[in-house]
Structure formats: C-alpha cells, structure tokens
C-alpha cells in the first residue's frame, strides 16, 4: 500500500502561500482603485461599531470604534444624542491617537448605564466631513424576577391548562426553558409544550402531570446567567370518566390576528390547542401553497417559522386543530415590511478638473424610503450657495456634477430612511489633475508552478482615469481574452500559467496627462515532486535499515530535502547517513523505531512522503520459539481510563493486550458520541504501538466514550470496551463554513451557498451564520444578514455583476473566524445580441473557414463562454447514402474585431447547414443566419470488408464491401497483390475492377503459394484507403472450403496511398473492425479481449477471434502501399483472478505489457468504501492486511497508462480462523503412541501364552475385590471372565486347512474398550471387567476361554 502521510502536490507552506497570495491579488482586484494617501483627499469611514450596540454592565471599559482614513490626517468629534460631546469634560473618556475611537473607563467608579445614548462620529479634515452611522448604545439587563407566593394550581383530569412563565425584560431578551428540581427539561411533546411567549400548554392534563416542581427558567446568553421563577405545584383531581373535549385554541385566543414581520427577518406563527384526544396541528395558506423551499415546522408543528421573510411571504396563513371530535381554524394575516436596502450605494468619485460625473443613491423598502442628500454632514438644500454648487444639480436621488473644479472636493452623505429603519453611505468627490502612476514595486520577477491560476499585479492611479493595457514581450495587442484577463484594478490574471507564458509583461496606463508603465518578468517552474517514496519497514534489531526519496524539481529552483521523526527535525549525527535519495540508518535499535517524513522544498513549492520503520526482536525470526504457532491478531487492550481533563482535551490510557507473536504496530482511537450520530464509532487518531498513553484532541460541546484497537502485521484486534463517557465544554465554532459561492439563479438576484457545518464542528447549541456581501469595486460598506439556513437570496441586482462575499460561524458562545473574500456573480439573462453575417470560405473537403461579425461583450449579459456554432449534415451527394442529421457543435473562445475559425472534421462530398450563437453561461442568444455549404470530393474510406476464401487447391476466392463513406463517385476498385515467399515479396500485379464489381478469382499457380493483397476503392480524386491482406495458411488443405479469413474496418487506421495524411472520419461513421491473420498450427486459446476504448484520435484497431482454422489476433496499423504492415499491439490486461483467504489474497492476472512494466492494484473495502493502492511488478501478487470476512473490490491497472485497467472484480476473504497445529506431527505425541501399542503387544502375547495352556484362574488369593451380582463362581473358588464374544474369531486370524476359521476368544470388547476402560499414563490398562458367561458353555469350551490381561499379569507375578 502507499506510504503513510500521503503527497502534497503543493506542499504545506508553498501551498499556504501560493494561496495567500492568489487571495491578496483577488482582493485587490475587487477593491475600488483608490486615491493614494500621499495624495490629498476628503475623509473616508474604514471602521465603526454596530448600529445597536449592546454592551456588558461587567466590562470595565466601553469602546465605540470610529476610524478614518483621509489626507490631510482627519480629526474627529462626536455627538451624543444629537449634541456635541465634549471628551475633555469627562475624565472617564478618552479618544484614541490618531482615531476617534472613543474608550470608557471604570476602573474608578461610575455606571455604564449613565453613558447610554445615541453616538455619531464626524471625521474632517479641510476637504470635507465624513459620518457613521448613529450608534445607539445600550447595556445589556438582566433584571431578577419579582418575588412572589405561588399557589397550587388545581386542575381536573382532561382539561386544559396553561403556566404562565412571565420573564422579566432583559436586554437582549432572554432564552427561556422549563425545568423540574432535579434540574431535568420537562419532557415536551404533541400534548405539553412551551409556547413562543414562554408560558407551558397543557393540550390536557393527565394524572401522572402532578409535580411540585415546574419551574420556569431565563437565560440571559450576554451575561451568561440563569434566573429561576418559584416552582408551581400542579394537583390534579381525577375523576372516573374523562370527558372528552373538542379542540379549542389556547394561543392565539379567537379565530384570526394578524403579524408584520420585516424583509430578511425570521417569521414565527403560533398555533397550540387544547382538546381531548390531543389534536393535530395543520397549516395552510389561503390563495396559494406553503413555500416548501423556506417553510419549516417546529414544535411538534404547532409552530411554522420561515428564516428569510421577503415579499411574497405575505398573505393570509390557516392553522387547524382536530380531533375525533371536530377541528377549528385560526387565521392569521401576515404583512411584510422593509427597513431601507440598498439597490445602487453611492461610491466614490475622482474627477479631472472639467470632467462630468454623478453620484446614484437607490434604495428600496416598504414604506419606500425617503432619499436625503447631505454635504459634509450638513443637509444639502441648507448650504449657502457657492460658485461650487453650480456645477452640481440634485435629482432626487442623482447627483449630477458638471465641468467640476478644483477645489470642489466634499463628501456627500445619503441618507435613506421609513419608519424601520435607515441606511447611511459616504461617498467623496475629489477633483484631481494628475498623469498616470504606477503603485506598485518596479521590475517585479515572479516564478510560478506550472498549470496554476496566476495574477501579475500592476496599481495605478491618475485623473482623469487612465486605460490600462498589458502586453507581452512588447509586442502584439493588449493582452485580454483567451487564457488572459485583465481586471478593472489592474490585475492580469492567466488561467492556467504554461512553459510558452513565460517572458516580460508590461502594464501601459495613459490618460490625457501622460503614461506610466511598469515590467512584471514571469517565469513558470515544474512542480516539486517526490517520484519514489518511503516504504514502511519492518527490520531486525541490529540490521540496516534504509529509506528512498527521488525528487524531481524544475532545474534552475534550488530544492533541500529534509528528514523528520515522528514530526521532529532528525539530527543525522555520526549514525545516520544521508545522500541525495536515501535516509540509511545503521544497526537499528528500538529508539529508531517511528514514521519518518521525507520533506523536499523548493522556493516556491514543497512535496512530502512518509512511511513508518518497525524494529524486531531477535526471537521474531527465530523458528524454534514460532514455527509451532503463526502470527495472529493481537488482543484488544483493556482497562482504558481518563484523566488530565481540560476543555478541548483529556488523556487516555490503557493496557495493551497479548500481541499475539506479532508485535503492535500502531493503535487506533475511535469515538463515539451519544448527540448527532449515537451508536456509531469512528476513527479519531492513531498512535504508535509503543505508547499505552496519549492526550486526544477534542471538538467542543461533545460527550465522548472511547475505545482502541491494536494493529499488528497480521490484521486489527477486536475493539476494546468503551471508555467512561467524557463531555467537553461549549465554545464559538473554530471552523469557517466551505465552499462559500455566489450565483445568480434569475437575472436580479444572488444566491449565496455554502456548506453548513458538520456536527462536530458546531461546538455550541444555537449555529448561525454571518454572511457579508458588497458589490465589488464599489467601495460600500458591507450588507450582513444572520441566518442558520445555508443559503441566502440577495435580490433586485443587476444582471451579472461581481459581488464579494465572506462569512461567519457563530453560536451562543460567541463567533467564529471570518473567511477569506470570496467574488460571486449575480445571475445571467439571455444574450441581447446575435452574431450576424455568417459566412464560410475555402471548403475543402474536410473543412471550412467561417467567419462571422461579433456581438458587443456587455450584450452578453453574462460570463462570456463562447461563439457556439450549430452545424449539421444534411445529405450526402452520393445518390442513396442516407445520413443522419444530428446537430453538432463546435465552440470559439475569440475577443478580436473581426473573428474567424476553422470547422474541421467534415464529411466529404456532403452539403452541411450552420447557424451560430453567442453563449454565457447559462443561456444561448438568438440564431444568426443560417449558411449553407457543400464539401469537396474526396478518396474513399476503405472497403467496408474484404473476405479472402479457398474454396479449391488452386484458387482463391476474393470478396468485398463497398466503402461505408465513398466520398465522392465510385469509379472502381483496384488490387493489386504479390506473392509472399518466407521474407521476401514477388513483383507486384496490379488488377481493377468496375464499380458495380466486387469479387474476384485469383488462381494460385501451386496450391502452397501465398499472396498479400491490397485493396482500395477509387473515386476521380485518386485511391481511397487501403485494405491489406495476405492470403490464410491452411494446415488441413482437405478442410480448404471451411476456411475463410474474415476481415472488416471499425477504425480510419488505414491510410489513403496518394494522401498526406488520412482523413479523419467522423465517430458515427466508423463501422467495427476485425482483423485476423491464420497461422501454420493451431495456437493456444487467445485471452477474451476486453471492450475498446479508443478515442476518436487513435489509429489502433480491435481485434477478436477468427473463425476455423484457428487464428492468432493482432492489432494491425496499414500505412501507405509503399510501406510495410505494423502489427502494435494495444496494451490490454485480463483475466483477473483472486484466491482469498482470511487475512490475505493471491491475485494474478495477463497482460501485454513489456517485462518491466509496474501495475497498481486498487482494493476498495466494500463497507466503508475505504481505497487502497498498491504499486506492484509482475504477477502473481501476495495481497496482504485484508481483514476476515469483508467483501472486497479489486482492479489493476497499468502505472504507465492509468486508462488501461482490468475489469473490477469482488472477492470476500474467509472468516477468521485459528490456526491449529497438527498434532500428529509432534514428537511427543508419536512417542507416546508408540510406548502404549508396545504395551497392548506384550499384553497380547502374555495372553496369547496363557490361552495355550488353558484352565481358569484363580485371582482371589491375589488381590480382594469386592463381588459383582454377575459373576460367575466356579467350585474351586475362581471366576470365569469369559463373554458373549469369545465364540468370535479374532480378526485377522488365519484359516484352517480344512478352510474352516480358527477361533480366537482374545477381544478386546473383554478388556473394557469401548466401555469405561481405558489407559493410564504408563500405558496400562485400567478398567472394570464385569462380564456374563454361560456356565454350561464355557465347561464345554474351555480351550477357548479369554483370558484377563490383569489375571495373566498377576500369574507371572
């Protein structure tokens, strides 16, 4: 599998900066060109505190922000409830250096509540004034809540009932919830619930409701305090029967009311009711359906809340309530009002001295706004007359500046304002008389990676506005279109930076005044990039141990290649040795043990690879301590424990299971927990296998368990048990929203989108999101909603303009980081214009010039894609070919005055129509004119097959197709064919043949000659592509009449003999191919072939099997007739196969590729849909780490050629298994076996001697055992331990002369086997030896009587 740590193409840092810098260069693009500050200008507002701004009564300072930038240095002053406030007059207040941000102390004394007003700030300096916006500043209250007795509140069983909560005002307004005692929610569902006001509904009430303890609660999120209201005891009088009740509503009382919400703002309609059955809540509107795409349902659907109110949300809303019993209705009238938004916010102006210009102040709202202008702060229609404000004209909401002079700068204010609300914007006019500037560095030289996105940066300045141009190597037109554009500010940005993009680039600015110019030398690079990494590696202790690290880098970028351990710098020492490509690490010890990092970085770029070095104990090779058992899968470990815990942290540790004569390579911590996805474990972080003990990093507000598991070489342990539960505490999110994009989905609107959160990330109840959009190059201020939704709708803009965007995560516990700016574009509307004037010049026939008159770019009305040309073929010229009229499209990218292009890939001798649109993005223009045209004759595609039959010895049977495409008029066909001798070639014959002709006898002078034959039609333009052939092989000449060598065309592979080059057909011209040549014996069974791939461009052909004899296929390329047939073979792999077993898998596979050739197998684990790679050489392949029991997706494909892959194939490795030893392979075993069959030998002879002689032995006397009921007493006091089986003949036993069996009592069913006897560990035979013997039959049969191996023993003894 590949190294650990993964490549970075652009490493960490040249990324991170690449990046940086990339984001610097687009924020500079949508910056408005700004005056210089070393230039004089009017003051402009950079910062200001929030209109409505809350501050805590705990912070011993309040700071309200006003900064400005201006020159001269602006100064500033306040006012304070619409009255100068004099800072020098209260020693608590201070104003900043060079600022006006004003800062309240109260280290010594004072309320922050004596300081609440109003606050706007002026900035001034002799140009002008600017304004903030009023400041209303307020401190935040949470006020106690009254003391008061509260009452039991009796209430029958089934009726209704409402607690009232009655929170104290706080500022903000507080976060109410109800409690018990204990400190639990009060568990809320369709009957209980808490309504918008706070207060708890009771649908009905039910015995189990008694408690004495509902307590309502009100948090206050900006001083983060709870306060409690005294606890209501709820008694509740049961009765026997219940009455059910009709729904009736408790909130909102009668059958309608009405609501105003503002634009942009989160609309809430209540709905609670009471009744038994607890009714169901519905909700409709009248006149129209609910906005699925906005609307959504919240407590238990007795609410309806929509987060972005905008017009179309008003109307009349129903809620209804019903149960078994009836429904009723309650209708709300919903009005939508605006505060004031901006259409069109003024921006700054720079005029030359008798320039024109205008100032546009639009804005929309409900009531529509009032529109009010102002100078330097004071209203416009009250400044005294000055020869200055005759070159200006007030028209409503223009300002018209006419032939203005020096001198005459100000700022202008607009003031929009209703009864909601007001906007306030600054915008400066600045008369200047200045020749272009550049701002920038002089002769910057910037190196680049190649194939990245790349801006050269070139500010200027200069009034009246200069036009700035960019060429390249100083020469040609300016630079912009294709790959190139030029920016507003400046910027030129290259799309996509190659090798042919280097060189110098000059940026020209000219105005009326003058020119200025700047250099930029560009120099593109090949990325850094590690070709050969580290592999992990496993060594012996004491053993070398190396790692390899080839580099390529571009040649003239200095790279340095570094090494680090586990994360740290490796300091080489006197050990370690290091050259170009290759970390050696002498006599390895267990410290030596980690991941190294192979670092490579260049000025501009970096890569990495890593990979991890185990070291072995001796005894881990060693056959006498593991040749008895393998290496298993290691314990899972156990005891995990917690400690050292903080608020994004805590430490865990464990006890590492059995290893399992593998040593642990590393463990793996997962997480589970109990909030957004309870019950599933998922990986956090892996360790070494040599820690037990580590700190984790935690994500805030989650309540975590635990578990590990141990990996060794052989495969992951079971997991281990859970951990004790841990929960971190709240905090604002770290993580800034991704994938932030600004689009339009209509002609005047913006949609913003981003991707929320993810769960673990939200780190604190309550996600919302601050999202910033301004029109770019305007200079406004930010426009910022709060949302918790994942998109936002800006609207009424114009059509395509770029806006920039940012955003914000926040949560109760405050905000997040802010993104980087990002630039959206509002949406796209169909194309004004249309090209006009399409017309096409010199067609051949395969293409045709067209040239056509452009339209307007700002026409567009969009991102300008392309000239979209539309062309069919509407018949061929060849009387009877039918040919399909799908419409084709081809597109030009061209900005010049008067474009042209060239439309290729045409079929010859066909008349073709054309139309021609202009595309954006999202829509097409009109059609221009449509053109017709004809192409030229031209030679003809090959025949479409060509069969060569043996249908006698001596001769042979030609046949063919007509061309699929003729291209033109058949004249004929032509052969020509030479006899093939071994290498060498016959002279040439040359045949032809008329149109309607297409077969041909060909009679062979001896039936072994062989021909190779080349075929072609022929129209009056010359030969068409050749077919060529030779003649098959037979190995059965009595078979000649089965064997046909078949041959037809599905690529334009073969080339036309007087052509330069062929001509490409189209892909829906190209019949199928096969080609095939006999050989002398009969070959082994050719691979299947898989399914072609060939692009349109390739001049390979497919191959498949032949018919009888059997024939060998190859890939065959035909050049000219004049050339030799090229057999190339077209790199193929197949046949897949896999052997799986628990933990690994033998793969194997064919292929034609060279012997040196490396292959990648890519395994995909079916459950989590985990990829794996793994570079190998040449099958077979030992495929290892698979873990028992999973379903497995395998394919190969060539490291080379990544498009050349095998077919998938799915395997599941077999359940787990312990490998066992064989037993009756161990010496120990087979020695014992031994020593109890010499044992059972010696038995059986003693018996064997004792049967010879015969009578009955007496064991009384021997030893005092106890007598069975069954035994048998003989006179003389002995016992008989004869058996049913004695008249048995021992198996084995030879027969008689007279071919009768002889006899043999000896059993050992007599000695206990299979019974309750058995062996003792010496071998001997223990057991009870009860047995039933006939008296009569064993007296008459006494030479065959058994005999008791113990009996036997006890008689020699």
Not at 381 to 389: G, M
Not at 876 to 883: E, F, K, T
């Amino acid at each position: 599998m590949r190294p650990v740590g993964g490549r970075e193409m652009l490493g960490k840092v040249g990324h991170a900066a690449l990046t940086l810098l990339s984001l610097l260069l687009l924020w500079q693009e949508a910056a408005a060109i700004e005056v210089p500050l070393d230039l004089k200008q009017p003051p402009t507002i950079i910062k200001q505190s929030v209109k409505d701004y809350i501050v805590d009564p705990r912070d011993n300072t309040i700071i309200i922000e006003c900064e400005a930038k201006g020159n001269p240095v602006p100064k500033f002053s306040w006012r304070r409830n619409g009255r100068l406030f004099t800072i020098g007059k209260d020693p608590r207040v201070t104003m900043r250096k060079r600022s006006g941000t004003l800062e309240v102390g109260f280290r010594s004394g004072g309320r922050p509540e004596d300081y609440e007003g109003e606050y706007q700030c002026f900035a001034s300096n002799d140009l002008g004034v600017a304004l903030s916006n009023k400041i209303l500043l307020r401190v935040s209250k949470a006020p106690l809540w009254p003391k008061e007795v509260l009452a039991p509140v009796p209430v029958t069983e089934g009726s209704p009932l409402v607690l009232p909560c009655n929170p104290p005002p706080g500022l903000p307004p507080p976060l109410i919830f109800w409690m018990d005692s204990n400190m639990t929610p009060i568990l809320q569902d369709r009957r209980v619930s808490m309504g918008l006001n706070g207060d708890l509904y009771f649908a009905n009430v039910l015995v189990q409701d008694a408690h004495s303890d509902y307590s309502c609660n009100a948090r206050f999120n900006f001083t983060y305090t709870i306060q409690q209201k005294n606890p209501f005891n709820l008694k509740v009088q049961t009765s026997r029967k219940v009455a059910e009740t009709p729904p009736s509503f408790l909130s909102p009382e009668g059958s309608g009311s009405s609501k105003m919400v503002l634009r942009d703002e989160q609309l809430l309609l209540e709905c609670i009711a009471a009744g038994l059955p607890t009714p169901s809540i519905k909700w409709f509107k009248r006149g129209g359906d609910l906005p699925a795409q906005k609307v959504k349902f919240e407590n238990f659907n007795k609410t309806l809340k929509i987060l972005s109110v905008s017009e179309e949300d008003a109307g009349e809303y129903v809620c209804m309530a019903d149960n078994r019993l009836g429904s009723i209705r309650h209708s709300i009238d919903v009005q939508v009002k605006a505060a004031p938004y901006w259409l069109d916010k003024p921006t700054n102006l720079v005029l030359a001295p008798e320039e024109n210009g205008r100032l546009v102040c639009r804005a929309n709202g409900n009531p529509k706004p009032n529109i009010q202008w102002l100078m330097n702060g004071e209203p416009i229609n009250k400044i005294t007359e000055t020869p200055a404000s005759a070159n200006r004209e007030v028209l409503g909401d223009t300002i018209m500046f006419r032939g203005v002079q020096i001198g005459s700068s100000a700022v202008y204010q607009c003031n929009a304002s209703n009864q909601h609300g007001y906007l306030l914007a600054n915008a400066f006019v600045s008369v200047l008389d200045m020749a272009p500037r550049m701002l920038g560095p002089k002769n910057q030289l910037i190196k680049v990676i190649m194939n990245n996105r790349t801006f050269l940066n070139c500010p200027f300045f200069g009034s009246p506005l200069p036009e700035l141009r960019w060429f390249k190597n100083g020469q040609g037109s300016g630079l912009d279109g294709g790959q190139y554009r030029a920016h507003i500010n400046g910027t030129l940005e290259i799309k996509r930076a190659r090798k042919e993009d280097e060189g110098i680039y000059t940026c020209v600015a000219n105005n009326m005044l003058g020119k200025a110019e700047n250099q930029v030398q560009l120099e593109v690079k090949e990325p850094t990039r590690i070709i050969q990494a580290p592999t992990h590696q496993s060594v012996l202790r004491g053993s070398k141990a190396s790692f390899h690290c080839k580099v390529v880098s571009d040649p003239s970028l200095p790279t340095k290649v570094t090494w680090t351990k586990d994360g740290e710098r490796l300091d080489l020492g006197w050990r370690l040795k290091k050259d170009e490509e290759s970390l050696t690490i002498p006599s390895v010890t267990e410290n030596d043990e980690g991941i190294y990092t192979c670092t490579v970085k260049s000025e501009i770029d970096q890569d990495s690879a890593s990979a991890r070095l185990t070291v072995l104990e001796d005894a881990f090779l060693n056959p006498s301590v593991f040749s008895a058992l393998p290496p298993d899968r290691p314990d899972p470990p156990i005891d995990l424990d917690l400690s050292d815990p903080s608020a994004r942290s805590v430490r865990l540790t464990w006890i590492p299971g059995n290893e399992r004569r593998s040593p642990v390579t590393e463990f793996l911590v997962q997480f589970e927990e109990n909030h957004w996805e309870p019950g599933r474990w998922q990986d956090l972080s892996s360790f070494p296998g040599d820690l037990n003990s580590v700190i984790l990093q935690l994500a805030p507000n989650v309540n975590y368990q635990f578990r590990v598991i141990a990996i060794n070489s052989v495969g992951r342990s079971q997991p281990s048990q859970p951990s004790p539960r841990y929960k971190t505490t709240a905090a604002p999110p770290d993580a800034i929203p991704r994938d932030l994009r600004g689009w339009g989905s209509d002609k005047d609107n913006m949609e913003i989108t981003w991707e929320p959160l993810r769960d673990l990330e939200k780190n604190g109840p309550n996600l919302q999101y601050n999202v910033w959009w301004r029109r770019k190059d305007s200079g406004d201020n930010w426009t910022n909603v709060t949302t918790s939704e994942s998109k936002h709708v800006v609207r009424y803009t114009e059509t395509y303009v770029p806006y920039e965007m940012k955003i914000q995560a926040r949560n109760e516990l405050g905000s997040g980081p802010e993104s980087n700016i990002v630039i959206g574009y509002s949406g796209e509307d169909k194309p004004a214009d249309s090209p006009t004037e399409l017309r096409v010049s010199k067609v051949s026939s395969t293409r045709a010039n067209i040239h056509w008159k452009p339209v307007d770019l700002s026409s567009v009305q969009g991102e300008f894609k392309e000239y979209r040309l539309y062309y069919w073929r509407e018949a061929s010229l060849v009387p009877g070919v039918v040919v399909s009229k799908e419409k084709m499209t081809t597109g030009f990218y061209t900005t010049v005055p008067e474009p042209s292009g060239i439309l290729k890939d045409l079929v010859p001798y066909s008349k073709y129509k054309m139309f021609m649109v202009v595309a954006n993005s999202r829509y097409e223009s009109l059609p221009s004119n449509n053109v017709e045209f004809t192409t030229a004759e031209d030679v003809p595609d090959a025949p479409r097959f060509f069969r060569i039959n043996r249908r006698s010895l001596d001769t042979l049977y030609l046949e063919w197709g007509k061309p699929l495409e003729p291209n033109g008029i058949l004249v004929g066909y032509q052969l020509a064919y030479q006899r093939v001798n071994g290498s060498r070639l016959g002279p040439q014959q040359i045949e032809t043949f008329r149109p309607n002709e297409t077969d041909f006898v060909l009679r062979l002078p001896d039936r072994n000659a062989r021909y190779k034959f080349n075929l072609s039609a022929l129209t009056k333009v010359g030969k068409g592509e050749v077919y060529a052939e030779e003649s098959p092989h037979f190995t059965n000449e009595e078979n000649f009449t089965d064997a046909t060598d078949v041959v037809e065309l599905t690529d334009a592979t073969l080339s036309p003999v007087f052509s330069p080059t062929p001509t490409p057909l189209p892909p829906t011209t190209i019949p199928p191919t096969t080609i095939s040549i006999t050989t002398p014996t009969p070959p082994p069974t050719p691979p299947p072939t898989p399914p072609p791939t060939t692009p349109p461009t390739t001049t390979t052909t497919t191959t498949t099997e032949a018919t009888t004899p059997s024939t060998v296929p190859v890939l065959v390329t035909t050049k000219r007739v004049d050339q030799n047939v090229l057999v190339t073979p077209r790199r193929e792999i197949w046949n897949l196969t896999v052997v799986p077993d628990s933990y690994y898998a033998n793969v194997n596979w064919s292929h034609n590729f060279p012997a040196d050739s490396k292959f990648v197998l890519e395994v995909t684990l079916d459950s989590n849909k985990t990829v794996t790679v793994e570079e190998v050489k040449q099958p077979p392949v030992n495929l290892k780490a698979l873990i028992a029991g999973e379903k497995y997706h395998l394919r190969v494909y060539s490291q080379e050629l990544n498009s050349v892959s095998s077919k998938s194939v799915t395997f599941k490795t077999k359940a787990a298994h312990i490998d066992q030893v064989d037993i009756a392979t161990q010496g120990w075993f087979i020695g014992l076996m031994c020593a109890i069959a010499l044992i059972i030998l010696i038995l059986l002879i003693v018996c064997f001697i004792k049967r010879s002689r015969g009578g009955k032995y007496p064991i009384r006397d021997k030893k005092d055992l106890p007598l069975d009921p069954v035994d048998q007493k003989d006179q003389d006091g002995s016992f008989d331990y004869h058996s049913d089986e004695d008249n048995k003949p021992l198996q084995g036993s030879q027969t008689s002369l007279d071919g009768n069996v002889k006899e043999s009592d000896d059993s050992l069913v007599d000695y206990g086997e299979g019974g309750d006897g058995q062996f003792n560990e010496d071998g001997s035979f223990i057991g009870q030896y009860t047995v039933k013997k006939d008296k009569d039959e064993t007296e008459g049969n006494e030479s065959s009587e058994a005999t008791s191996p113990v009996n036997a023993i006890y008689s020699l003894a």
